[in-house]
């Protein structure tokens, strides 16, 4: 006890970094840090690297015990000398003297006092911006991301230091591992602007200083620290409601995707998707404000990568998409047995699949051509195809929107390679779409199309049917055919046309449908046409004019007249590009005729309801006249000559078709077409302007008719019971049988008999046909 109370009462037995810490305390706190004494603690530090964690305890203990004694000077003067001592020992001992000066910043930061606050944040933020040589992982930060997130939601009465606690403050909610980021330098960088914030505070906003600190800290995030820099923003997004807005999200991401190296974007991307996954029963308005914050992050990806999970990213769209539609059918974001499912809103629902169709969009305009052909093929997998895929419920919202979203990823999409483009396992069901009854869907396989074969801008140029006396003022852009394009042709190009003839034959086409339907024809010209397209187009634009004037098709008067008037926008526009200048004149003659005295005929004049006078074959093209002129100009006309009838298949049959009724409603109807009983059509050839506007005016009335005599059939199919349906299908079917084997007996001939004729009695000989299986050959006739 006597040489204990000895060393405490003698200064000089005291240990030397106690002395020397204890000098650089003044009498009068006010008198701030003795500076020289301070010099001496520092080398003596340097000098001795062992003694830094009992200079850092020691000062810890001094601190501690002036904080509960209010002794607030002193309390900044330790400080002080802590940050001078960290800023300048950077030897390996410096962990051990960390721990120290982390509890000591704990002491503050846990004070009711802001002042104090204030002071361990501002030693934290110089400790953060040292450059250690090795990072060490034993340290835990929770305690001041915890405390720093709780201060940043503090308020002062006092605006001073408000500000002052939100410029330092701030930027710590960002993330959870500000440290170790923070402690990875990056030589091509500036120095922090943290170094200096107390001396700018006072000319920046918290807001701009706060921008300033989020890009300094993820401008040195690695790529292990991306995920670790994000979520903290995603949650702080989340807590705080800020999806709905956008604005306020939209610009963090700004911030984030601008500051990150460009080769991390991808991991941007990703954790924004998992965070929409996370919230897939959240309400559309959060849904849609996180897939706008996609759409920006996704234009700016584009400089750099978006990542090697291309379909995983557009398949997370169309999932939510169709989760859109599912909610906006049930209308709730729970089972309908739920009680307490949240109801949604319509339009909300809406918004959000127009956000998701625009984000599939932009992702796909980052992506080179090859895979933007895969996502165009992935997309058109997850369509459900008519005749191919069940149908569910609300498949036609499914099929618009996913269209939508298959348009979107062709736009601007440009290739030399149509075979590449347009595969078969593309184009076939896409095609599919264009014989189905629902106009809004075939306007959009029409702009698909349009899209995809438009390599050279030149759609917007047919954007409307017109009449061009000089087809010179559009400056189109056309190349000469490629061998790819000529193969492409040669292998779809009858598919193509059949699609646009049957495409004209539906009533519920409109002026849109006809406008793209006259621009698929005219880019078919431009872009993919040889002399074998020249002229099967221009067979194809004298089909659709006999399809008009055809009595037996049920065509509105609109339609019958806009048909008409693509077939003659559509001939005017080949003739000029064939230069043949008798074709030309042919052309131009029916157009002005028409012009005199059926304007209803062309395109200006489409809407006209009434006709004004009689017309004759004047104002019609004639194919004959078209061959000859085509022939003497070196076309080869063989196939001009017959007329283009396209090939039902089964893929109209199963395209069409709703319900079992309708089924059986079209074979009904085919069958009476059919029938003998069925009066005569006057021959195409006999044709006046009363039968034509008796086809026209007066089709109401038998459309009227044949809808009547269509529900009749197919309400008997519905209600009648089923032994009755069977029993008259069965009946159909033994007749249609019994028919095919006159017809059989009457066209096949049975072969000779090789083996000889048999004599069935009476003394006569028949001839008796014997299978390949049990004719005898000779030996040298066997291999």
Known sequence: MYWTGVCGCCGALRPRYKRLVDNIFPEDPEDGLVKANMEKLTFYALSAPEKLDRIGAYLSERLSRDVAR???????????????????????????????????????????????????????????????????????????????????????????????????????????????????????????????????????????????????????????????????????????????GKTFAVRCFKIIMYSIQSQHSHLVIQQLLGHLDANSKNSAMVRAGIVEVLLEAAAIAASGSVGPTVLEVFNTLLRHLRLSVDYELTGSYESCSNVGARIIKEHEERKLQEAVIRTIGSFANTLPTYQRSEVMLFIMGKIPVPGMHPVLQGSRMIQVMLLKSLLQVTTGFQTTNMLTALPTSFLDPLLAFTLLEDAEIRLLVLEI???????????????????????????????????????????????????????????????????ALYALLALISVELANEEVVVDLIRLALALQDLALANEETLPA??????????????????????????????????????????????????????????????????????????????????????????????????????????????????????????????????????????????????????????????????????????????????????????????????????????????????????????????????
């Open 70 to 244: 209010h002794r607030y000077g002193y309390v900044c003067i330790a400080m002080e000398a802590l940050d001078q001592l960290l800023m300048a020992c950077h030897c390996q001992s410096i962990n051990l003297f960390v721990e120290s000066f982390l509890k000591m910043v704990r002491k503050l930061l846990e004070a009711d006092k802001p002042n104090l606050q204030i002071l361990g944040t501002n030693s934290f933020v110089k400790f953060a911006n040292i450059e250690e040589d090795t990072p060490s992982y034993h340290r835990s930060y929770d305690f001041f991301v915890s405390r720093f997130s709780e201060m940043c939601h503090s308020t002062y009465e006092d605006p001073d230091i408000h500000k002052t606690a939100l410029i330092l403050l701030y930027p710590s909610q960002f993330s959870s591992t500000s440290i170790p980021l923070l402690s990875s330098p990056n030589p091509s960088r500036s120095p922090s602007p943290l170094q200096t914030a107390e001396k700018e505070r006072e000319r920046e906003s918290p807001a701009e200083l706060t921008e300033r600190c989020f890009r300094e800290l993820l401008g040195r995030a690695a790529y292990g620290n991306i995920k670790n820099a994000i979520t903290p923003v995603l949650t702080h997004l989340d807590n705080h409601s800020l999806w709905e």
């Open 449 to 515: 199309l349009l899209s995809l074969i438009d390599r050279h801008d030149n759609w917007p140029k047919f954007s409307s049917i017109s009449i061009f006396s000089d087809i010179s003022v559009l400056k189109l852009r056309v190349d000469k055919c490629s061998r790819q394009d000529n193969l492409f042709m040669k292998k779809h190009s009858q598919q193509l046309y059949r699609h646009i003839f049957l495409a004209c034959k539906e009533d519920s086409s409109t002026q849109p449908h006809f406008e």
């Open 558 to 783: 609109y339609n019958r007249c806009a048909v008409l008037a693509l077939s003659a926008a559509y001939l005017n526009l080949i003739s000029q590009l064939t230069t043949v200048p008798a074709f030309c004149q042919h052309v131009q003659e029916v157009i002005e005729m028409r012009q005199k005295e059926v304007p209803f005929f062309l395109p200006e004049d489409v809407f006209v309801e009434n006709p004004r006078s009689n017309f004759s074959g004047d104002v019609l093209f004639l194919q004959s006249k078209i061959t000859g002129v085509l022939g003497g100009s070196g076309y080869n006309t063989d196939r001009l000559a017959t007329p283009y009838i396209p090939q039902l298949t089964d893929e109209d049959r199963l395209s069409k078709r709703k319900s079992v009724g309708e089924t059986i409603s079209l074979q009904v109807e085919v069958e009476s077409r059919n029938s003998p009983e069925k009066e005569e059509r006057t021959p195409a050839e006999e044709i006046t302007f009363e039968t034509l506007k008796n086809a026209i005016v007066d089709s109401v009335g038998m459309e009227e008719q044949e809808r009547e005599r269509r529900r009749q059939v197919v309400e008997k199919f519905q209600k009648a019971p089923f032994e009755e349906i069977a029993a008259h299908c069965g009946a159909r079917a033994t007749l249609l049988q019994s028919k095919l084997n006159q017809i059989f007996e009457i066209t096949i001939r049975p072969p000779p008999s090789p083996s000889g004729t048999i004599g069935p009695g009476y003394g006569q000989t028949q001839s008796r046909s014997v299978p390949v299986y049990e004719m005898k050959f000779p030996d040298l006739c066997v291999y």
